[in-house]
């Protein structure tokens, strides 16, 4: 079992930032992925972002990319989302989610978090 909990998201205006936590806890050895997932009302869940459990590889939703910043801090078993230059098309529940493969796809991934509301206005 692994526990995912999001926090950091909040309201903003357009072009500001934030920046989103994912502490894991729990049987993390078997993750090989971390990966952000969002839903704006009304849409389906879309992918954000992914960074490898181990080495520095990252990946992007070609909407995000040159704003968004995945990283992580294995002391702390976290994962961040830093999220620059918001726009309101931005504003959604951000989920975090473990996966044992490098997914893209929702059902490709093990775990999930509750969520944690970002709204932007302009």
């Known amino acids: 079992q692994v526990q995912l909990v999001e926090s950091g998201g909040g309201s903003v205006q357009a072009g500001g930032s934030l920046r989103l936590s994912c502490a894991a806890s729990?049987?993390?050895?078997?993750?090989?992925?971390m990966n952000w997932f969002r839903q704006a009302p009304g849409k389906e869940r879309e992918f954000v972002a992914a960074?490898?459990?181990?080495?520095?590889?990252?990946y992007y939703a070609d909407s995000v990319k040159g704003r968004f910043t995945i990283s992580r801090d294995n002391a702390k078993n976290t994962v961040y989302l830093q999220m620059n230059s918001l726009k309101p098309e931005d504003t959604a529940v951000y989920y975090c989610?473990?996966?044992?493969?490098?997914?893209?796809?929702?059902?490709?991934?093990?775990?999930w978090g509750k969520g944690t509301l970002v709204t932007v206005s302009s």
């Open positions: 960074i490898r459990w181990s080495g520095s590889s990252t």
């Open positions: 989610a473990s996966s044992q493969v490098l997914s893209t796809v929702d059902y490709g991934m093990n775990y």
């Open positions: 729990g049987r993390t050895f078997r993750t090989y992925a």
